[in-house]
């Protein structure tokens, strides 16, 4: 093997799988958000607080997919700052809105 390839092991799979389980975890935390939301038991900021989950919800699947993808590369790049900062804003917006639903 040459210097220029990777055996990257079973690392990138564990990665790839974290990564998958957050999804999920958001998805979940949406599809209960949205639960809540149909079935009356919010305050008036529900249906802004249920869109605006959506929205935190998309905005972390299209970050987790990026770097679920580019994790199948020989060399998978590091998660930069800006996809750092998307997936943790969209996970703390995910808990606000819940917070902000129930009133």
Do not use: I, Y
């Amino acid at each position: 093997m040459s210097a220029s390839e990777r055996d990257p092991g079973l690392q990138p799979e564990r990665t790839r799988l974290a990564w998958r389980r957050t999804t999920l975890s958001c998805t979940v935390v949406a599809l209960l958000a949205g639960k809540q939301a149909l079935h009356g038991g919010t305050g008036p900021a529900g249906p802004v607080a249920l869109s605006l989950s959506v929205l935190a919800w998309l905005g972390f699947l299209r970050v987790a997919n990026r770097r679920v993808q580019g994790m199948g590369t020989a060399r998978p790049r590091q998660l930069g700052a800006r996809e750092a900062l998307t997936a943790t804003a969209c996970t703390v917006a995910l808990a606000v809105f819940a917070v902000a639903m129930l009133f």
